[in-house]
């Protein structure tokens, strides 16, 4: 489990890093996030097998569909009004 871990968080990287498109970057965050919430799963079940340790990174993966949804409006918002979705171009989103 740590290993696909490791290998979520290594390929989000590598995304979020190598990736001009705004949608790509934040693909690759949501890797990252999701391998660091699978190891702390594998941690938290190894150390205490209680059930409430899963549910709060359930609540916790919830929260993260919901900051990806604003991520999407803001990436969506950036192409209407620049008519590019590259990161060069979100520089120009706080007029």
């Known amino acids: 489990m740590l290993l696909v871990a490791a290998a979520l968080v290594s390929v989000g990287l590598y995304g979020a890093l190598s990736q001009q498109v705004v949608v790509m970057v934040m693909m690759g965050l949501e890797l990252m996030i999701a391998g660091v919430l699978l190891a702390l799963g594998g941690f938290w079940w190894f150390l205490s097998p209680d059930p409430s340790g899963q549910v709060l990174l359930l609540v916790v993966l919830a929260a993260m569909t919901v900051e990806m949804a604003t991520g999407f409006a803001i990436a969506t918002l950036?192409?209407?009004?620049?008519?590019s979705d590259m990161t060069d171009m979100a520089t120009?989103?706080?007029e």
């Not at 950036?78 to 008519?83: F, P, Y």
């Open 78 to 83: 950036l192409h209407r009004r620049a008519g």
């Open 92 to 94: 120009e989103l706080h």
